[in-house]
C-alpha cells in the first residue's frame, strides 16, 4: 500500500523558514498522524483501515488507468500488515507506457534476458537484483557471549529484551534499536533517542549506586516478553505469515506493540533499583566530593541547549517578519 507523501508546499516552506517554531508544530503533526491513522491501521481499527485504503486507491488510481495493472498492483494482505509506504513517483513510473510489470516469477535467467514461469521471455540490458534483508536471526553471522558462556539469543526465535534495550545474562550489555523496538507508523530516531536517554540514566545509576555491573532480571524481561507476545495476536502484521517482523515460529520479534507515547512514558518510569540487579561493588573512594551524576548533567545541558535554540529561534524569525511586513507596506 502506498500512500501519497506529506510534503510541503513551497509557500508553506516559506513560511516556516520565516517562523522556525511552525518546524515543531510540523512535527507533532506528523507524529499524530502516525500514531492515531498509521498505527490504527495496523491495531484492525476499521475507520483507519478503510480510510488509508481510500487513500491508497485514489493515489494509485490517479496514476494507473488500466484496471488489469491496477488488480495487479492489488496487496493480498490486510492494510497495516507490512511497512505502509509513501511515495509521489512510484504508480507514475508504473503508468509509463515503456514500464512492464511481470509478476508471474522467474524460470531462469540467461545471457539475453529473463524467461518466465509461464515461459514467455524479456530481453533486458541489465539486472537490478533486490535481494532484501536479514532480520531473523536478528544478530545475523555474529556470535556475542555473556556470562557463563551464554550465547545471545541463539538461532532465529530467541531475540528479546527489557524494552528492546537489555537482557538478562548480559551485564552492562545495552542495545539501541533492539529487538521489538522497530516501527512502522513513526520514526525510529524517536524511539532510539529515548533509549540512549535510558542508557546514561542506567549507568549513573550503577555509577551512583557503586557498583560495577547491571543487569535486568530475569522475570521481569520475561513477563515483559509475555506480554509482547500477547499483544502481538491483536495486530495486522502478525496475520502475513511470511513477515520479516516475524521469527520462524511466528513470534514477533522486531516490532514494537503500541504507540511512541506509551514508549517513552513506560521506558521513563522503569524503576531501575527493582526491575534490575547490580554486582560488584566498588571500593570507597575517601574524600570525595559529592558530583553532579551523568544523567543530571545530561538533563542540565539539554534544558541549556532547548532554551538557546528557542531564544535563537526567536531573534532570527523576528526580524524576518518585521521585514516582510515593510516591504508589503512600501
Known sequence: YILPRLDLTPKLQKVMNTFTF??????????????????????????????????????????????????????TFSIGANRILFSDTFYPALGKSNVHIISKGIKEIDTNGIVSLNESRTEVDDIVYATGFITNPFLYDMIVTGRSGKVLWEGDQGSHGYFGVNTHGFPNLFFLYGPNTNVGHTSILLFVEEQADFVIRTMSHLDDNGFQAIEVKKQIEDAFGSEINKRSEHLAFTSVKDSWYLSSNGCNTNNWVGSFKEYKCRLKRVDLAVDFDMHGKKPLRRNSKKMPSQAEKHWILSLCFRFLQSVISIIFSAPKAIITKREKFD
Open 22 to 75: 511552525t518546524k515543531w508544530l510540523y512535527r507533532l503533526y506528523l507524529l499524530n498522524v502516525g500514531e492515531v491513522f498509521l498505527l490504527g491501521a495496523i491495531k484492525g481499527k476499521r475507520w483507519a483501515q478503510k480510510l488509508l485504503m481510500a487513500l491508497w486507491f485514489q493515489n494509485m488510481k490517479q496514476h494507473i488507468q488500466d484496471e488489469s495493472l491496477q488488480e495487479e498492483l492489488n496487496p
